[in-house]
């Protein structure tokens, strides 16, 4: 007679399903809940609140400059913050200049995430105009950002001399009438995963303002990675920083701001559905959908967190399991 074979046991089971196969499942689940996803609870933080208090109060008639020292390997994070940064400038008619101070590739890549961006907005609202060269300027890239910066601090303009995009000499588009200094600009965004904020928070001083009552004390604003946000953070708090966009976490609140607006107290907030921080000033939401990359892969990530967090659940199930087994035999 042949030898019977043994029963194999629930933990056994749990502990025998392969890596690739949790791997496989981990993707698909993924990837499902990018296309399905929907939008979760949200309470942005202060920093992202001035952010977009900034940019709202501004005059539309100010010039943003945008430094966008990214590239593709930290698009998960950074390309999403340019969307929505791009998504207030556009909407708002705020003319903008783009440019970097780090990688070659960093002007291609955040160039082809603001033609696409205008693009949709133009699908959205045929009557759009915002134009290359008219409403917005590429420049290309600083390779030596840190004497670049001091010529930005002493002479802005006289940076960009000789600088042509498409042809054409950014010193005379619209973007570059009446800035020669960088005192001349609304606001001075950096969207980076590197060093780059440093070298700016050490290079560029800033005037403080005021936009529609509210004080800019600086205004260089920043846009950057998870990996860098607790060094940004404080220059945040030592208010070298009028506002800050940290990681996904820090796109969504931004999302989020632009589609409820911002108020100060809960009995403000009662008939529009706004944000509420206590003393913040009132901020309009941003009409027109707010949910973009930001809200997308957030949801992604929790779905994924929370798949991992059941795997490992189960992995230890199974081995407790086995474990208890192994003792009662003994």
Do not use: C
């Not at 056994?12 to 399903?17: F, I």
């Not at 303002?209 to 846009?223: E, F």
Request: aromatic share 6%.
């Amino acid at each position: 007679m042949s030898t019977p074979m043994p029963k194999t046991s629930f933990a056994e089971k749990l502990m025998a399903v392969p890596s690739r196969a949790l791997y496989l499942v981990l993707a698909i689940v993924i990837i499902i809940s990018v296309f399905l996803s929907r939008p979760l609870p949200n309470q942005p933080n202060p920093p992202a609140a001035d952010f977009y208090t900034a940019l709202m109060k501004m005059p539309a008639d100010k010039v943003v400059a945008v430094q966008s020292d990214f590239t593709n390997s930290t698009r998960g994070e950074s390309a999403g913050q340019l969307e929505a940064l791009t998504r207030i400038l556009v909407r708002r008619g705020i003319r903008f200049i783009l440019y970097a101070g780090a990688d070659p590739q960093a002007p291609t890549v955040a160039t082809n995430i603001v033609e696409r961006i205008i693009k949709e907005e133009k699908a959205v609202n045929p009557s759009l105009q915002y134009e290359r060269n008219v409403h917005w300027v590429r420049v290309g890239n600083f390779t030596n950002l840190d004497n670049t910066a001091r010529l930005f601090q002493t002479n802005f303009r006289e940076a960009f001399r000789g600088r042509e995009d498409n042809g054409v000499d950014v010193l005379g588009t619209p973007p570059f009438e009446g800035i020669n200094t960088i005192n001349d600009l609304g606001l001075y965004v950096n969207v980076t995963a590197s060093s780059t904020l440093d070298v700016l928070i050490g290079r560029l001083q800033f005037t403080p303002t005021t936009y529609d009552g509210v004080p800019i004390r600086s205004k260089l604003m920043a846009m950057v990675t998870g990996v860098i946000g607790p060094e940004a953070v404080n220059y945040y708090k030592a208010q070298q920083l009028a506002g800050l966009v940290v990681g996904l976490n820090g796109t969504v609140e931004l999302e989020t701001l632009m589609g409820r607006g911002l108020e100060g107290s809960k009995e403000a907030a009662s008939a529009n559905n706004a944000v509420v921080i206590d003393g913040r000033p009132s901020v309009a939401k941003l009409e027109g959908n707010s949910v973009g990359r930001g809200s997308q892969y957030y949801f992604a990530l929790h779905t994924a967190m929370g798949l991992l967090i059941l795997a490992v659940i189960v992995g230890n199930v199974g081995t407790a399991l086995q474990k208890s087994k192994r003792g009662g035999k003994r």
